[in-house]
């Protein structure tokens, strides 16, 4: 148990919030939800702070609900987005809001029987029981056009003279009506955001009071950018995602891992749960020795872990070291297909029929025209590089040219052999 405004404030997780607030959650267990739009089948990790302030609000001993917008995920934020989205058909939102409760399960506790066990709800069960007229009549009435115009998503979109479409600018009223919908028939008294949703919460706040003189709250944080200034989440590839179909957990661990030594600081106590003391150990031990990239290891170890398990952390840290450091033929070994492919993703590979590779009476003749002059153009340079140890199969030093071809293959199909200090090559048997 601990104060969940003083977690989020020392965390650096605290933007802006209504009056009030703390007194709200000091008397009693309070309930509050956050919305995740469901426009992929994956959460991404620039939603990963919206999780975390959630996992923060339980563990502070009060009620999370993560919705999941399959209404509103049909019409697209307009806030500070340049453009319109493609709208999805309701059968493709159903499979990415299924998707996305699994993975919400990771973070939240939603066992029977927690006083203040998480629950998931879907803005499409109740807003799919309207019809238009019904909206525009029931809840457009008590907010005006003047006061949705005045929003800065709204004014930052007309400005820029790109437009807004009727269906984006309804996108605040039906956010408004799922805080009001919420409140109304569960009890939730706050809703949590980034902090460019401030506008279309507090519309939520407002819709609450005008059409039944209750009262509401909203807590926003901050947006998370790199020191750089660049949007964080994004890498040259795209997004980095939970789902490690999209992107593999090694892929994942190497993103942390990267993360520069002012981001570290910052980002190791958003996505982690580490309390304060930990956290300054780590860094001064990390200021002692800078080039051991202590914060980085931790943060890439707690999240890793947390989002893909043990076992996936303990493969990405023995990929890693097969690529940067010392490694054997067994830890290579003990890779999986999917981790051994990412970790030497671009290195050119060469196909040879598994029947011809068979055949193929030593390791003179595998590497140079067998592998199609790919790995050596001729079998004088190739014998001249294994006789100066320049060579190793599978991470195994090749020191005579004429042994013979009996490698025990890489998942059935694969050899790695290393050409120098930092030449890869695949040879796949087909």
């Known amino acids: 148990m601990n104060n969940f405004i003083d977690e989020l404030r020392w965390r650096g997780m605290l933007q802006d919030m209504t009056p009030e607030l703390e ?115 029931d809840v457009g009435k008590y907010i005006t056009v003047n006061y949705m115009m005045a929003k800065d998503s709204v004014k930052r979109r007309l400005e820029e003279g790109s437009g807004l479409s009727f269906t984006e600018f309804s996108y605040q009223l039906i956010q408004g009506y799922d805080f009001f919908h919420l409140w109304k028939n569960k009890g939730v008294s706050i809703q949590l955001g980034g902090s460019d949703q401030w506008g279309n919460i507090v519309t939520g706040t407002e819709l609450i009071r005008k059409m039944e003189g209750g009262s509401a709250f909203a807590l926003t944080v901050p947006l998370i950018t790199k020191a750089d200034g660049s949007k964080f989440g994004k890498t040259e590839s795209g997004s980095v995602w939970l789902d490690p179909d999209k992107t593999s957990p090694y892929a994942f661990y190497q993103f942390w891992l990267n993360v520069s030594d002012e981001d570290a600081s910052k980002y190791i106590r958003i996505f982690t749960l580490l309390d304060k003391n930990s956290i300054e150990i780590l860094e001064k031990q990390h200021q002692e020795a800078p080039h051991l990239r202590i914060l980085q ?49 671009g290195v050119p590979q060469v196909q040879i029929d598994r029947e011809e590779y068979m055949n193929i009476g030593n390791v003179l003749d595998l590497l140079s025209e067998k592998s199609q002059g790919l790995i050596f153009p001729s079998k004088g340079e190739a014998r001249k590089m294994i006789q100066g140890g320049g060579v190793a199969i599978n991470k195994e030093k090749v020191s005579d040219p004429n042994a013979s071809n009996n490698y025990t293959l890489l998942q059935n199909k694969y050899l790695l052999v290393q050409k120098g200090k930092k030449q890869y090559f695949i040879i796949s048997i087909k």
């Not at 939603?47 to 999941?68: E, I, N, Y």
């Not at 043990?310 to 067994?330: C, D, H, N, P």
């Open 23 to 137: 007194q709200h959650l000091n008397d009693g267990m309070r309930s509050a939800y956050l919305g995740f739009d469901p426009t992929a089948d994956s959460l991404h990790i620039g939603h990963l702070v919206g999780v975390m302030t959630l996992l923060h609000f339980q563990r502070s001993g009060h009620k999370p609900f993560a919705l999941v917008g399959g209404a509103t995920g049909m019409i697209g934020d307009p806030s500070f987005k340049s453009a319109e989205r493609n709208l999805l058909d309701k059968a493709t939102l159903d499979h990415n809001v299924e998707c996305l409760k699994k993975q919400l399960s990771k973070f939240l506790n939603f066992k029977e029987g927690t006083t203040n066990k998480a629950e998931l709800v879907n803005n499409y069960d109740w807003m799919s029981q309207f019809s238009f007229l019904e909206f525009i009549r």
């Open 297 to 345: 290891k931790e943060i890439a170890k707690q999240v890793t872990t947390m989002i893909h398990g043990e076992q996936e952390y303990e493969m990405a840290v023995k990929a890693s070291e097969i690529l940067f450091g010392k490694s054997s033929t067994e830890d290579l070994a003990a890779l999986d297909e999917r981790t051994f492919l990412q970790v030497f993703d």
